[in-house]
């Protein structure tokens, strides 16, 4: 249960970010939502990446690994993810809603 909420608080940071809602981009080819909500379930909400892609909708545990070194490569490259990956880690920290 505790998986369930940390993935959806990622989630939920994510979405506000790209001001728009993970339905909308978790499928969508090229889109770093995803991965970026993987990401920080896996380095900021210390999710499993079996346990992680059970809650993004079955996902194998090593797509799942792909997905996390594929957003940390992007933000070595895109200073816009890089900031955003700050405030989310900042947002966590802070927030009095985190699982």
Known sequence: ???VRA???QILMVEEAKGEGWEQFCLRH???GRDAALWLGCRV???SLGELGELAGGM???AVGQAV???DKRVGREAQLRQMR???REDWRA???RP
């Open 30 to 32: 090229g889109d770093w």
């Open 60 to 62: 194998d545990y090593a």
């Open 7 to 9: 993935l959806a608080f």
């Open 69 to 71: 070194a594929r957003f």
């Open 1 to 3: 249960m505790v998986e």
């Open 86 to 88: 700050v405030r989310c």
């Open 95 to 97: 927030s009095p809603r």
């Open 45 to 47: 909400g210390r999710l």
